[in-house]
């Protein structure tokens, strides 16, 4: 909810000094140390209040600016495409083209072909990544799609990035794309939240900007648009959004997640609703995989061998994932601390509790490394038949 604020190194030394802890004084006094120059009382009150102007400081007026952002999304029919224009094209044909592009050999998984329908998978996983690092493992997830009839209704789990204090938060609203409006089933969500004892709408605004939902739906309508190019007739569909807050609590008390009430409620409640459906229904987990490098706090640069290391950890990891085997999915994390900061922990855990009698298929594991950050990223697709 902040603007976006370039700083110097300076600057961000005392940022980096702004833990509730330290007076105005310990600033001055540690900056002093650091440069061997004084910082004045006047530069300091320049600083602090660019910094609120901006928004970066939790204050009155940050808050009042926090209301009317959240009060002004609760109010929208429709969530807006929040990185068209900037992940992926915001024209329709531009981004078709686009999205066919991350099809092709030979990183992509080739076109859809026609005459070939399989069955509508259980479950797929793809990517949250951006487009330009992970668009063709995208594809390998949504080509299985875009070569069956689809489903009736898509439930999404994706990463909530800005955390949340209820580990489940849903909306009502419709998503707008570039290929058009995606339906949410709003009875099928007011019926889970009346099934649920949690308050699924307490934080309905971590909707407004989160992507890894929204890159979902727009692979989504592009899979269906495939389909009816193929074979000449559109199969509608809605969508169930649900972003899944940090389950990272739980790996530091070695407990199991479903043990904390909330997480195991939801879970039964969304399970016994899918299991009534008597429409086709596909879950679509929207996650990346270990997030590693000085960018995310480690204080080694990336090496060939410490990513051989971590596509072995992951690996291990996705194995327990298309087995369905959630507390060896949990251990393999759990094991180490999450030291590979597994970003679709949450989603992925939900998923291997809503799924049943199905074996996984893992179709494309990739790695992003950013040499600019020393970091790296990496994602899978995997699909349930």
């Not at 419709?174 to 099934?195: C, M, W």
């Not at 959004?241 to 407990?255: G, N, R």
């Not at 971590?310 to 251990?331: C, M, N, T, Y």
Request: charged content about 25%.
């Amino acid at each position: 909810m902040a603007n976006t604020l370039v700083i110097s190194p300076a600057v961000y030394f005392i940022l980096s000094h702004f833990d509730g802890k330290r007076s105005l004084i310990d600033v001055q006094e540690a900056y002093c140390r650091q440069f061997g120059e004084l910082l004045l009382g006047d530069e300091l009150k320049k600083i602090i209040d660019l910094l609120d102007h901006h928004y970066f400081l939790y204050s009155e007026r940050f808050e009042e600016h926090q209301r009317k952002i959240i009060e002004e999304f609760r109010r929208m029919p429709t969530r807006p495409p929040a990185h068209a224009g900037t992940v992926y094209k915001e024209d329709p044909q531009g981004l078709r083209e686009q999205l066919e592009a991350y099809f092709q050999p030979p990183n992509g998984p080739g076109e859809p072909r026609q005459g070939h329908a399989s069955p509508t998978p259980k479950a797929i996983v793809a990517p949250h990544i951006d487009f330009h690092r992970g668009g063709p493992s995208y594809a390998w997830a949504y080509k299985v799609l875009a070569e069956s009839p689809g489903a009736d209704l898509y439930i999404l789990l994706g990463t909530s990035h800005c955390g949340g204090e209820n580990p489940f938060t849903a909306t009502l609203k419709d998503f707008a794309t570039p290929l058009g409006a995606v339906e949410t089933d709003k009875e099928f969500v007011r019926q889970l939240e009346k099934n649920y004892k949690g308050d699924l709408f307490a934080e309905e605004y971590l909707h407004r900007t989160e992507h890894s939902l929204e890159f979902q739906v727009v692979y989504l309508q592009y899979a269906a648009s495939l389909w009816a190019e193929l074979t000449g007739s559109r199969r509608p569909f809605k969508i169930v959004p649900i972003l899944v807050s940090s389950f990272h609590p739980m790996v530091q008390s070695h407990t199991l997640p479903e043990k904390d009430a909330r997480i195991g409620d939801f879970l039964g409640a969304l399970r016994t609703l899918a299991e009534k459906e008597t429409r086709r229904v596909c879950f679509i987990a929207g996650v990346d995989l270990a997030h590693v490098g000085m960018q995310f706090g480690d204080p080694e640069p990336i090496t060939p061998d410490f990513l051989r290391w971590v596509e072995e950890e992951d690996q291990r990891l996705i194995a327990k994932l298309v087995s369905l085997d959630a507390p060896g999915f949990f251990h393999e994390i759990a094991k180490d601390q999450d030291r590979r900061r597994i970003c679709g922990f949450s989603p992925l855990y939900s998923l291997i509790h809503l799924l049943d009698g199905t074996q996984g298929r893992n179709l494309k594991y990739g790695q992003a490394f950013t040499r600019e950050t020393g970091s790296a990223v990496t994602f899978t697709s995997v699909v349930f038949d």
